[in-house]
């Protein structure tokens, strides 16, 4: 039996991490749950896998939480405290990361240090505090699964191959809805339709990173730290069916690719039964109901997120901060409708520029430079917004 804590369990990954452990109930039981606002979801969670500790973000909702939990005699907890309570809980083997945003860094940090095996889906973590998160990790003997789908496909092709041997890591990118939109266009691009992505159904900060191809940016800083790759050495291909989930190029010119459905249940599913495989509890994929499989370059004009991310990570420091941090004030802008789709690459090219680069040795200096990128964003967005 796994022991697990889910952090962000009301959300899109967390709710497919509770179907896996539907799936195998014999394999794997819920120790710790941690949320953001939904506390009535909370609760039925608490009702259905009886949690021995559960938290939430603001104390304003854990009366509701507690009373409509109240049978399942769980303790429920709050904020950052919160989030570290459930993550180091003594019976928990393994923590799921799949928060939103940056709220969980010191949460994983704690639990690395608890010695937990962390399943990692949020990137924003990682492109922040990559080098403080994977040092503790190598420091503690812990392992970092990832479970965003191209980093485990990444590690399921490389399999413990040594690192002399591989030249090249290829992510996959389905392109976004925007992918055949011209320029033009994009200028007047609304929110609904970039929450229209073609292949995956994820949450909306994801989604509308996936339209910006930032989330592939993201992915490459995260590719970085988790692989030990540099930048020159990470590729993007755009692969409109999202069924190659990313690549592995070998020195003696051999490619090792892993396929599969779009279903995260998959690459969560591995993270918690690495290193055994269990039975499929999702279709497996039919290669003759397919469409044809396509791969192209991506359009870094159309697409200048992505190119931002390569800079940030050549950066290095506290620049990774910077652009995550400024991407999330332009997307929560662009999503309340007062930014166009194009300013969203121009408040993090505009914040990277202004930003004085630090080493990021500590969360102290991380969070700081977090802030300070924040606030700055908020301000460009702010001139922006005037000129739609
Ligand atoms: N969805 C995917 O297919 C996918 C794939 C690869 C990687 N990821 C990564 O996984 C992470 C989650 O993505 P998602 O699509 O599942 O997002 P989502 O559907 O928006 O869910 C986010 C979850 O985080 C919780 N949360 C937000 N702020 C929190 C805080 N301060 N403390 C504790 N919990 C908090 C939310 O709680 P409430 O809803 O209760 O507020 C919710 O449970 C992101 O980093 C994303 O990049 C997602």
């Not at 019976?91 to 690395?112: F, K, Q, R």
């Not at 988790?226 to 020195?251: C, G, Y």
Request: hydrophobic share 45%; charged share 20%; proline share 6%.
């Amino acid at each position: 039996m796994r022991n697990l804590a889910i952090l962000g369990s009301t959300g899109s990954i967390g709710r497919s991490a509770l179907a896996v452990v539907d799936a195998h109930p014999t394999r794997l039981s819920v120790v710790g749950l941690a949320a953001g606002r939904r506390a009535e979801d909370l609760a039925a969670q608490i009702v259905r896998y009886r949690p021995s500790i559960a938290a939430l973000t603001s104390d304003d909702d854990l009366p509701a939480l507690r009373e409509a939990a109240s049978k399942a005699a769980t303790i429920t907890t709050s904020g950052p405290d919160g989030l570290i309570a459930v993550a180091t809980h003594p019976d928990v083997d393994i923590v799921l990361c799949a928060s939103s945003g940056t709220a969980a860094l010191e949460a994983v940090l704690a639990a690395i240090a608890a010695g937990k095996r962390i399943a990692l889906a949020n990137k924003e973590v990682l492109v922040m505090a990559g080098a403080l998160v994977t040092k503790a990790a190598r420091a503690r003997g812990v392992p970092l699964l990832p479970v965003d789908s191209e980093h485990n496909a990444i590690h399921q092709c490389l399999h413990g191959r040594p690192p002399d041997q591989v030249t090249r890591l290829i992510l996959t990118a389905s392109g976004g809805p925007f992918r055949t939109w011209p320029a033009a266009k994009l200028e007047h691009a609304t929110p609904e339709d970039a929450l229209r992505h073609p292949t995956w159904q994820m949450g909306r900060k994801i989604t509308i990173d996936s339209a910006t191809l930032m989330n592939k940016g993201l992915e490459v800083i995260e590719a970085h730290w988790l692989f030990d790759v540099p930048a020159d050495r990470i590729e993007v291909l755009i692969h409109p069916q999202s069924i190659v989930h990313s690549m592995v190029e070998l020195k003696d010119g051999s490619t090792i690719a892993q396929l599969g459905v779009t279903d995260m249940r998959l690459p969560i599913q591995y993270a918690f039964s690495y290193p055994d495989r269990w039975d499929a509890a999702i279709p497996t994929l039919d290669l003759t109901r397919s469409a044809a499989l396509e791969f192209a370059s991506p359009d870094l004009d159309r697409f200048p997120c992505l190119r931002l991310a390569y800079q940030a990570l050549n950066v290095g420091g506290t620049m990774m901060v910077a652009l995550n941090a400024a991407n999330e004030v332009a997307v929560d802008a662009f999503l309340a409708g007062r930014l166009p789709f194009p300013a969203i690459s121009r408040v993090i090219d505009g914040t990277m520029a202004a930003h004085d680069v630090q080493d990021p040795a500590t969360v102290e200096i991380v969070r700081a430079a977090d802030q300070w990128a924040r606030e700055h964003a908020r301000t460009l967005a702010g001139e922006l917004e005037l000129k739609v």
